[in-house]
């Protein structure tokens, strides 16, 4: 039977077959091989993944870092086979895996797996940007809103006040648009997505 190799698996054999003189990164693609389908091969480690590593590959150019680095739940561990004694007490959970290499075969491997990656990171960051953007509009609209109550009863104030809500009305505009570049980069990158509604 024809043995066909997932794209996470071929970074894995890859990475095997040029760091055959480091004892460390072969260990640990021997872990991953084993069950291939708890790596998640992601751009940033975060304190919060139960299980994650660095890995370091550069041919060319010397960078100093050490060609692994192993956490569990954030917290450092010296060596490949602690780290793999310590996950025993998170089996089948996923593993998120980082790699940074100066090798152009590799990049590829990873540009093609991690485009996802990207993706789903960019849409959340969009994501973000517009509901900070829509609680600045909420306060904004709240605090116009009470500036006009205040020039019903204070009649000597009104050129003041009236320069403020001309330029509370500028800022909300202003915000008003970038929401809607917001939306529509958010769009672009999500075509299965319906617009959202009540930001118009």
Do not use: C
Request: aromatic residues 6%.
């Amino acid at each position: 039977m024809q043995f066909l190799a997932t794209d996470s698996q071929k970074v894995l054999i890859y990475i095997g077959r040029i760091a055959q003189q480091n004892p460390s990164i072969q260990t640990i693609v021997g872990y991953l091989m084993a069950d291939p389908g708890r790596l998640r091969l992601v751009y940033h480690l975060k304190e919060e993944f139960s299980m994650s590593m660095a890995i370091s590959i550069h041919r060319r150019i010397e960078i100093p870092l050490a060609p692994w680095q192993g956490f569990i739940k954030g917290v450092p561990v010296p060596d490949p086979l602690t780290w793999i004694q310590a996950a025993q007490d998170y089996r089948g959970q996923p593993v998120m895996v980082r790699i940074s290499t100066d090798d152009p075969v590799l990049l590829q491997l990873l540009n093609q797996v991690l485009k996802d990656e990207k993706d789903k990171e960019y849409r959340q960051q969009l994501m973000e940007r517009m509901d900070g953007v829509r609680t600045e509009l909420d306060r904004a609209l709240d605090l116009y809103n009470e500036v006009r109550n205040i020039m019903e009863v204070d009649r000597d104030r009104q050129d003041e006040l009236a320069k403020f809500l001309s330029l509370a009305e500028s800022q909300m505009q202003g915000m008003g648009q970038e929401l809607k570049a917001l939306k529509a980069h958010l769009q672009a990158n999500s075509p299965s997505l319906p617009p959202s509604e009540g930001d118009d």
